[in-house]
């Protein structure tokens, strides 16, 4: 939690100070160092303004970014060593990381030596990661890209026959290892050889823990009758109730209810005919449903489904997703208004009026779209977030047919029966208080963002106690509103408590107390979604978790082998709800905890881990070749390209070759139906 609040102002006040300007106190140098020999340097020169440092590498894990080279193409070339400082780092112990941390001052050149095994081909490109600091604040992570190829380079005559025989007897050798590099970080890791820019699949299944564990399993798993590959309707049907969920939330809102009334009196100055009256308003609910789901289509094409799906994880979007909710939270709690320029929704009134038959009707749904923007934009992002983890372009298609079918069902019932309207509850102060319950929700939801974005890329400010006491925070504080206890510059004065508001409060108070016993452990089943795991709890008293012994498909499968024990492969996410649930819900059973940990190996491999490779590989995939630059590119791939799934979770069971042993599991909290799953694993496995 320290280490939450000093992350907290340390990145915060650089953003507040630094609003209207672009601060660089590092400039990086970049060249080669070439005297024609096939040995020639990389120099990185950092030039650092008084008063700043630069940070180290491979600093303690739980510490600020450490600078790092990632050289994403080695064509042509080979590294020779690591990169090498110029002097030695300042070493001090830093309080706000509660750690001893090496950092440069004022000047710091590395240098990388490589060598060049095809000047034909030679490319080389990647980037530095590094992070600035000062005594009072710390810069967000940032990076230099560098590119050398060919034409950047000269090789003396004698040289470049000696380089390409090198290359050849490197290409002729018969053993497998000369085709990987392994370290300590990356244990048992296939890494693409240097000087190729691409890697054939059977490549990637050799590896040192056997032949073939990179194989596809698909027709096996398919002979198993397994229906998981296919198996999306219940994904789906979920999607679509979180938007017909949020659909009705967002009615609730003060920018969205009064518009029912408007829209009523536009319809009926149209016609006193009764049944073109009533087809009328059947097509003006069709207009809002499909606005909504050609905004949904139009997102994910512009983007791509896989695009969404990376963004759910990625650092950047989910921060500043997480700011534009607490921006929108503020603004639902008063403190200002966010609204679209009027001229938009009055020239589109104007449009309305003046034009005739069903293009005035979509005039006035698009109209009804914008001026509920500033409610329903926080609802609808995180829907389609959530819904483009599904990797498909039907999740987003379905979250938005949900929330629009939601949001048109009253607007078509009360312009086609506006008598109805009489039994409506008017505009009042009960809107007001929806907007702030909203606002809390919404401060709410924001830390879930930033939750995934830390665990995505380790960065650690925000583990399960730290999110935890801030949602206890919110909670307390929306039920003492709800009592009336609090009050915003937009709330009328209430000189009694409505029954609604108090059952409303009782119900935020008793979940703060809920989520009190999670600050010592507890495992809160319920939020289990959201709230980060248990593992990044600093104090736990609850001992029923279960933890993963291996992150590495290699590394887990050698030491299955030497075990003689069937494996479990567990395909996760940082930002994965269901897998959360599964964990919370069905692995601590006692039953299972204990097959997992007495009778299987149990390997957990999240697909939007961040964490760079060394080496970037290249693999063929559907005919084209596709650079994985993180861990998580990784096992994605693993994933497609053994299991045929990219949904998670995705548990398969797999013998010491690789092989399934049944058919695989999804996301299914019935308890007895997992103990058979593994104990068919069980008694189908033999060593």
Known sequence: ??????????????????????????????????????????????????GWHLYDVNLPAGGPVATSFTFETLNGTE??????????????????????????????????KIRVTDAGKFRLSGAVEYTACNNAMCLPPDHRNFRF???????????????????????????????????????????????????????????????????????????????????????????????????????????????????????????????????????????????????????????????LNDMATNAVFNVLFCLLLVIFAVSFFGAFELTLPASWTSRLDRTAEATTGWLSIFFMAFTLTLVSFSCTGPIIGTLLVQAAAMGSIAGPATGMFGFALALSIPFALFAAFPNLLQSMPRSGGWLNVVKVVLGFLELALALKFLSVADLAYGWGILDRETFLALWIVIFALLGIYLLGKIRFAHDSEAKHVSVPRLFMAVVSLSFTVYMIPGLWGAPLKSISAFAPPLYTQDFNLYESEVHAAFDD?????????????????????????????????????????????????????FVDDKTRLTIPMDVEEYGKTRRLKTIGDKWSYLQRSKFGANAQPFYVLLDNDGRPLRPSYAYNEDIPQYIKFLNDGLANYHP
């Open 1 to 50: 939690m320290k280490k939450f609040f000093a992350v907290l102002i340390m990145f915060v006040l650089p953003v507040m100070t630094t609003w209207g300007q672009i601060m660089t106190p590092v400039k990086w140098k970049i060249s080669m160092e070439d005297h024609g020999a096939p040995e020639k340097a990389i120099v990185f020169t950092a030039t650092i303004d008084r």
């Open 79 to 112: 590294l020779i060593g690591v990169p090498e400082p110029s002097v030695k780092p300042v070493s001090a112990y830093d309080e706000t990381f509660d750690m001893e941390l090496r950092w440069y001052v004022e000047s710091v050149t590395f240098t990388q």
């Open 149 to 307: 190829d060919k034409k950047d380079i000269r090789m003396d005559d004698a040289a470049i026959p000696a380089a390409a025989g090198d290359e050849e007897d490197s290409l002729s050798g018969d053993d497998p290892s000369d085709l990987y590099d392994t370290d300590e970080t990356e244990a048992a890791t296939p890494a693409p050889l240097a000087g190729h820019e691409s890697r054939s699949d059977s490549a990637i299944a050799a590896s040192e823990a056997g032949e073939g564990l990179w194989d596809s399993v698909v027709d096996e798993l398919k002979a198993f009758g397994d229906t998981t590959l296919s198996a999306t309707d219940m994904s789906w049907l979920f999607i679509f109730f979180a938007g017909f969920a949020g659909g009705l939330l967002a009615l609730l809102t003060p920018c969205v209810w009064p518009m029912i009334p408007m829209t009523v009196s536009f319809f009926l100055k149209r016609t006193q005919d009764r049944q073109k009256a009533v087809r009328d308003a059947l097509t003006y609910g069709l207009a809002i449903i499909f606005i909504y789901l050609a905004m949904g289509l139009i997102l994910t094409g512009v983007f791509g489904a896989s695009a």
């Open 553 to 605: 498909y290699d590394a887990g499968m050698q030491y299955a082998r030497r075990m003689g024990k069937p494996v479990m492969i567990d395909f996760s996410g940082f930002g994965c709800v269901n897998c959360r649930k599964m964990e919370a819900t069905v692995w601590t059973d006692p039953r299972v905890k204990r097959l997992l940990e007495k009778d299987y190996v149990l390997i957990t491999l």
